[in-house]
């Protein structure tokens, strides 16, 4: 993205976008992941995680008020930081090796950030849709 600011639409359209392509990415890691049942329990744990913050995000963008945004956007937030939790959880418990969760762990973090600025900045402003 430029440093130009991008209309609270464009924001939105990119966003969405951004978060499907990262549930993608956490179907694809599944995919690859050993057979194992801790493996398989803890990669769907992380499918759950990462595919509820496309899907909360798309609700969050259809919210009826600004009360309800800030909820799901509390939600899609939840969500993104939980699968950063199973993303360490894959890591630490040596089933996945730390290279390769790299950068869909810093996507993970680069989304919680995001969604926090979202967050506070809606609830601050009470935003009206």
């Known amino acids: 993205m430029s440093e130009e600011r991008l209309s609270n639409f464009e924001f939105a359209e990119t966003f969405k976008r951004r978060t499907k392509t990262f549930a993608l990415r956490a179907i694809k890691l599944y995919q690859a992941l050993p057979t194992r049942q801790e493996a398989q329990v803890v990669g769907k744990q992380l499918i759950r995680s990462a595919t509820a913050v496309a899907a909360n995000y ?67 402003k009470k935003i009206t849709l």
């Open 58 to 124: 798309r609700a969050a963008c259809r919210a009826r008020s600004g009360a309800e945004f800030v909820a799901k956007i509390g939600v899609v937030l939840e969500e993104a930081d939980e699968s950063l939790f199973w993303l360490e959880i894959l890591e630490e418990a040596e089933i996945v090796a730390a290279p390769r969760l790299v950068d869909l762990k810093r996507e993970a973090d680069e989304l919680t950030a995001i969604l926090t600025k979202i967050r506070k900045s809606a609830a601050v």
